[in-house]
Structures are given as C-alpha cells and as structure tokens.
C-alpha cells in the first residue's frame, strides 16, 4: 500500500531526472513552476483525511494570472510525511508504519495533534492538480510542511542565478549532468581547463568501467555540485568537486562548501508570493557568492593543493582490503548492499590501498540510480580514505 501510495503522489509531481542534460532540468523545472503553490496555513485549516492532506478555509489569492484556489485535497510524498511527522513530533517511523497499515489511525494522530494547536502556522509546499471533469480541481501533490518561517528559494531561480555566477567568474565550464528528486536539485559543473596530475593518487588504478589505466591518464580536473532543496532537505550550496579523467569519478570536498540557508521571517496567512525587491536581492545574493565560489574553486592552486592532501593519504598499503571495507562501511553507516558493491569495485580497480577504497566508494556512487543516495556516497569518499588509511 505505502508504495502504490508513494508511486501515486510521485507521478503526480513533475519531478525525477538521473543524469540529465541542463537542458531538460530546465525544462522540468519550468514545468514544475506553472503547478507550484505554496501556502501559509494554521493547523485549524489543515487535516488529514484518508491519508491525504485536506485544506480548508484558505482564503483564494486573486492575481492577473487568474484566481488561485488553495482549498483541496493534496497527497503527499514521503518528504511531506517526514515534515508532518516533524512539525507535530510524531515518530516517523510510527507515521510510516500507519501509511502502511492503517490509514484510519493516521489520520486520527495527525487530525488529534492538530487540534492540539489551531493557531500554529505551517508552510504547506504543494503542486496543484489539473483540472477535472466539470473543471473540477484534481488532486494535488503535498510537497512539504514546513515553519512558516521558511525561505522560499526555488530551483529554477537558484539555478539561473550559479549560472550567471558562473557566467560572471569568466570560466569556461559545461554541465556534465543534473539530477532532481523530491529532496534536492543537483548540478554537476567540470571546468577542463583547469586540470592537473595526480600520477601518485592514480598509479596502479584502473577504471572499474571500461579497465583504462590511471597511469596512462593521470589527470584530474576541477569542478563542483551545485545543490539546492525546495522542501527544507538542505541549504543552497557549491562544493567542489574534482572529476578523474580516467573514471569519472567524482571527490566532493564538503568541508570547503559555500552555502545559503533557506531563514527568513515569519510570513502572514495566505498563498506566499515573494515581492520582486526581496526576489532580487537574495538572487543577486547568490550569484555574487557562486561567483566568488568558483574563482576559488576553479583555481589551479586549490585543486593541486587538495590533490596533495589525498595523495599523502591514498598510498597507505592494506594488508588485509577486506577488513578494512568492513570497518570503513561500518564506521560510516553504510549499508550492506553498498559495502558488497564497494568491495566489488575496489577488486576491478586494482588498487590494494587507501585511495583504492576512496575510488571505489565514488565509482560506486556513479551506479546507484538514486540520486540523493548517489551524492550521499560520494561525499563519503574523501571520509572513506581517511578511515581507510587509519585501519591499514
């Protein structure tokens, strides 16, 4: 039942892209702008029924688009049960547990806690439906609940706002790819340009893919992952990223990441619309940081620099590999299935060391067709060498 239910509210909303052109991010994104709506509710105008998210009593917003109607029925992903099992502190793992076993039940806890406060406000992060028979309005998506203090940065307009960033640091990049989730935006940059040796860091690697050899191409070029959340998974960031040639495999280096946090004041009842002023500033905002980010990132002297700290760790010999994944994998919770497709990969890589395992954590990230479980994974690469040069 939970997974018809989430493939149900999952088809609904124009989201879902795995190694995307920019192009079609772009595409998806305007599409999902058109169906956005995002509301300021109290818990009196809020309840669930049959497991999906009704709201009533929320006065329409009258624009020269037309009228805006905010009353409905809107199902929710399992980013907007997290928000909800949030907001009323309800055990998620209970709330996931009654969206499968019994929808009554739910409906009951989350209507009896709302009940508990009618005056606390909410941000409710929706797509709206199409139109019905009889133009009836269809069921919409709920995307997140939120503090009503949240800070709308949507993905489209942080994106177009890094990319004029970009534009403005006067690098030559391209996209090397985009994925979207229910969570999170994520755009994968790669200047060429800026590509450096790592003979040391590469020696004895040989690409798990297609079996090309580190030692005939030592380069590693610089980069980063522009990532933003529309549903409170996360702030607006740039980390870089360096990319090896031979395997294209990605280093996230999250402890140098430039962020912007989704906080803002409290807002007044109603659909929230942002004024152009406060639209512009945060925008102008962002691409004055993503092009500081970049002059930095982008810089020969960074990535050699960052180079160097891995090599120093990355020839650390293991003399027992296996042993070393188990305790890798365990000391950062990750789980069995990955553990064995890292052990698989750092056999195909060839390279009995500490950076050996480093490489197979980002090649396998490369295969998980989750997104958000993908760029989990790889930021543990840089983390994964460390414990592995640690363990021996």
């Excluded at 124009?14 to 169906?35: F, K, W």
Aim: net charge negative.
């Amino acid at each position: 039942m939970t997974q018809q239910f989430a493939e149900r509210a999952t088809s609904l909303a124009p989201t879902g892209a795995r190694n995307a052109s920019l192009s079609d991010l772009v595409r998806i994104l305007e599409d999902g702008q058109h169906r956005k709506l995002d509301v300021i509710a109290p818990a009196s105008a809020l309840r669930f029924r049959e497991g999906n998210v009704v709201v009533e009593g929320v006065e329409s917003q009258i624009t020269e688009d037309g009228v805006t109607d905010v009353d409905g029925i809107y199902r929710p992903t399992d980013v907007a049960d997290e928000g909800v099992a949030d907001k009323l502190r309800i055990p998620l793992a209970y709330l996931r547990r009654m969206r499968a076993d019994n929808v009554p039940l739910l409906d009951e806890n989350v209507n009896a806690w709302l009940r508990q406060e009618p005056e606390r406000r909410f941000m409710l992060r929706a797509f709206r439906g199409e139109h019905g028979p009889g133009m009836q309005p269809a069921e919409g998506v709920a995307r997140a609940l939120l503090s009503d203090s949240y800070k709308l940065m949507d993905n489209l307009d942080m994106l177009l706002a890094a990319l004029d960033g970009v534009k403005q640091s006067g690098h030559p990049v391209r996209v090397t790819g985009c994925d979207l989730t229910d969570r999170r935006m994520y755009v994968r940059v790669e200047s060429e340009a800026v590509a450096v040796q790592a003979r040391a860091l590469l020696r004895g690697y040989r690409s798990p893919f297609d079996g090309r050899s580190g030692d005939e191409l030592p380069m590693i070029s610089a980069g980063f992952v522009i990532t933003n959340s529309e549903v409170g998974a996360g702030a607006y960031t740039i980390t870089p990223r360096a990319v090896i040639q031979v395997c294209r495999n990605g280093l996230t280096q999250a402890k140098d990441v430039m962020r912007a946090v989704h906080l803002g004041g409290k807002q007044d009842e109603g659909v929230v619309s942002w004024s152009g002023q406060t639209q512009r500033k945060t925008l102008e905002l962002i691409t004055s940081k993503t092009a500081d980010a970049v002059r930095t990132f982008l810089s020969r002297d960074y990535v050699e620099a960052k180079v160097s700290e891995l090599e120093a760790a990355a020839g650390r010999e293991l003399s027992e590999p296996t042993k070393t994944i188990e305790h890798v994998t365990k000391s950062l919770s990750i789980g069995s299935e990955a553990k064995d497709m890292i052990l698989a990969h750092f056999v195909r890589g060839g390279q009995m060391t500490a950076g050996g395992v480093m490489q197979a954590v980002t090649s396998t990230a490369q295969t998980l067709t989750d997104a958000d479980q993908a760029a989990a994974l790889e930021a543990l690469a840089v983390p994964a060498l460390t414990a592995a040069a640690a363990h021996g």
